[in-house]
């Protein structure tokens, strides 16, 4: 299938600036779309943006909209999230995942998943 690796994780400010990477390889794009999640400890599984391969309509959560911005390039077959004005909230493992923009949006599944990057923000 499809074999995702994240990186760019790591610990920053709150008010900070972040960008994490996600590379895919194999059958890369027989998933339509690429995503992003996050868990933090205690919590479920949270969407946070979507992007499609073909067309690179995007979709976020409402909390992270007008900080978050989600792209891809496929010649590089790599999902990037560039992360702005980081908040403590906003720490989490990061996972990308690649499936159908429905299914990633509405039903936070996916065909393929990474094994995440920690992002930590300090307050």
């Known amino acids: 299938q499809v074999q995702l690796v994240e990186s760019g994780g790591g610990l920053v400010q709150a008010g900070g600036s972040l960008r994490l990477s996600c590379a895919a390889s194999g059958r890369t794009f027989s998933s339509s779309s690429m995503g992003w999640f996050r868990q933090a400890p205690g919590k479920e599984r949270e969407f946070v943006a979507a992007v499609s391969w073909s067309s690179g309509s995007t979709r976020y959560a409402d909390s992270v909209k007008g900080r978050f911005a989600i792209s891809r390039d496929n010649v590089k077959t790599t999902v990037y999230l560039q992360m702005n004005s980081l908040k403590p909230e906003d720490t989490a493992v990061y996972y990308c995942?690649?499936?159908?923009?429905?299914?990633?949006?509405?039903?936070?599944?996916?065909?393929?998943w990474g094994q995440g990057t920690q992002v930590t923000v300090s307050s």
């Open positions: 995942a690649a499936g159908s923009m429905v299914a990633l949006v509405t039903l936070r599944a996916g065909d393929s």
